[in-house]
């Protein structure tokens, strides 16, 4: 079983839907989360951070589940500019290293 | 601001050279790391140091040498270069782990090995 696994997709979508994605990780020790955005023939860049209690970020909410082991990221009203590969990242356990556990992605692409 | 800047952008390697790829941050970090990204594998972390002088392997570090000899530099040796090492490798960087443990990447190097 992956540390961290994503569907992924590709998600196709009119602008202006609302899409989800889903990542479980199994590390239990883990304490930090994240959603990376990957553009293609790009490097990762940091989208936000997952807190326990949801956070959102205008048109961006991600939710953590410790119980479950469960992230997700919900983009509303998408945008053309919105198409990419999202990332789902957590830390690798208690260790004190800074390792970072990926998903292999999910790729949306939003279409007019 | 330069950020975390990666050399070269693209290589093609013939099987069995070597070659060096060079990363170099500006954000004063401790921590930085090297991975490689393969179609439908996600990132995969070869090495990484958590400080200047110090180096370990991550997930993936057969046929990979590193070395930190300054704090701002961290390079990625091949050795003798296979074609399983065509790859798309990033570097990144990032503070002492806090809570956000956020890491910057750079732009990365495209390599193919003939």
């Known amino acids: 079983r992956k540390e961290v696994e994503q569907d992924p997709g590709p998600f196709n979508v009119p602008e202006g839907a609302t899409v989800a994605f889903n990542c479980t990780y199994s590390?239990?020790?883990?304490?930090?989360f994240f959603w990376y955005r990957q553009d293609c023939r790009k490097e990762p860049k940091l989208l936000m951070s997952?807190?326990?209690s949801g956070n959102e970020d205008g048109r961006f909410t991600a939710q953590l589940n410790r119980a479950s082991q469960y992230i997700s990221l919900l983009i509303r009203d998408s945008k053309l500019s919105d198409s990419a590969t999202y990332l789902c990242?957590?830390?690798?356990?208690?260790?004190?290293?800074?390792?970072?556990?990926f998903g292999q992605g999910t790729t949306l692409q939003v279409k007019p | 601001n330069a950020g975390v800047t990666q050399t070269p952008k693209f290589r093609v390697l013939k099987t069995g050279q070597s070659m060096t790829l060079l990363c170099a941050q500006d954000?004063?970090?401790?921590?930085m790391y090297w991975y490689r990204q393969d179609p439908g594998m996600g990132l995969r972390l070869i090495h990484y140091?958590?400080?200047?002088?110090?180096?370990a392997k991550g997930e993936v570090p057969d046929g990979y040498n590193v070395s930190r000899l300054k704090k701002q530099n961290f390079l990625l040796g091949l050795e003798s270069a296979a074609p399983s090492q065509t790859s798309v490798y990033f570097c990144a960087s990032s503070s002492l782990p806090g809570v956000a443990y956020e890491q910057y990447f750079g732009p990365g190097t495209r390599l193919t090995v003939t």
């Open positions: 590390n239990s020790a883990s304490q930090s």
């Open positions: 954000m004063n970090h401790e921590y």
């Open positions: 990242v957590v830390n690798a356990g208690s260790s004190n290293t800074g390792k970072l556990i």
């Open positions: 997952v807190y326990s």
């Open positions: 140091s958590v400080g200047e002088g110090t180096t």
